[in-house]
């Protein structure tokens, strides 16, 4: 059974930081791409960033480029996002999705994501 759980959400205010993980079962973490999502209320879930299996090559969305990073270590199966310099628009409910990775392009896999963790920037 796939299992994975984030943390690290919470409420912050604008310019702060926040360091998400989110902790991987039952997949073979060390070869699976994996990427942070975000959904804030009434709109879609879009792509954060993406980190490929060895952790060689990442992809951030512009909006938050300069600002996140995402890292992994496969030793404790483990995927990261340091958020700095927060801003108010950050503000939602991020999820870690297990993807498949192909011309550049992240594909999330259908099922294999974590409840999410909420953050909240404001003052």
């Known amino acids: 059974q796939v299992q994975l759980v984030e943390s690290g959400g919470g409420l912050v205010q604008p310019g702060g930081s926040l360091r998400l993980s989110c902790v991987v079962s039952?997949?073979?973490?060390?070869?699976?791409?994996m990427t942070w999502y975000r959904q804030a209320p009434g709109k879609e879930r879009d792509l954060v960033a993406g980190i490929t299996s060895a952790g060689d090559s990442t992809h951030y969305a512009d909006s938050v480029k300069g600002r996140f990073t995402i890292s992994r270590d496969n030793a404790k199966n483990t995927v990261y996002l340091q958020m700095n310099s927060l801003k108010p628009e950050d503000t939602a409910v991020y999820s870690c999705?297990?993807?498949?990775?192909?011309?550049?392009?992240?594909?999330?896999?259908?099922?294999?994501w974590g409840q999410g963790t909420q953050v909240t920037v404001s003052s």
């Open positions: 999705i297990a993807a498949d990775y192909q011309a550049g392009i992240y594909f999330p896999r259908a099922g294999y």
């Open positions: 039952g997949l073979a973490f060390s070869s699976t791409p």
